[in-house]
């Protein structure tokens, strides 16, 4: 089991920054890659971006190049979302998940953290 903790959501405008954090415990040692996942209102929900656990290789959704930035500080078994330039388009419930081998889906989900983006 990998319990996921999102935190760092918020009221922002549009051109500002936020970073968003997601602690993960448990079965830590198991995972093979960590992903960024976002819902809109009344809108499916969409990946954003994702980390490697063990040679930091990542991906970005289209929508992410350039203004989102993905890390993971494995010594805090915690991962980054950082997010510039926001936009109102990005207004979602961001979520982190855990996927646990190199065919596998995202297992194990956080509870998400809102982000807000005005005009």
């Known amino acids: 089991q990998v319990q996921l903790v999102e935190s760092g959501g918020g009221l922002v405008q549009a051109g500002d920054s936020l970073r968003l954090s997601c602690v993960a415990t448990?079965?830590?040692?198991?995972?093979?890659?960590m992903g960024w996942f976002r819902q809109a209102p009344g809108k499916e929900r969409e990946f954003a971006a994702r980390?490697?656990?063990?040679?930091?290789?990542?991906y970005y959704a289209e929508s992410a190049k350039g203004r989102f930035t993905i890390s993971r500080d494995s010594a805090k078994n915690t991962v980054y979302l950082q997010m510039n330039s926001l936009k109102p388009e990005d207004t979602a419930v961001y979520y982190c998940?855990?996927?646990?081998?190199?065919?596998?889906?995202?297992?194990?989900w956080g509870q998400g953290t809102q982000v807000t983006v005005s005009s």
């Open positions: 448990g079965r830590t040692f198991s995972i093979y890659r």
């Open positions: 980390i490697n656990w063990s040679d930091e290789l990542t």
């Open positions: 998940a855990a996927q646990m081998s190199s065919t596998g889906t995202y297992t194990y």
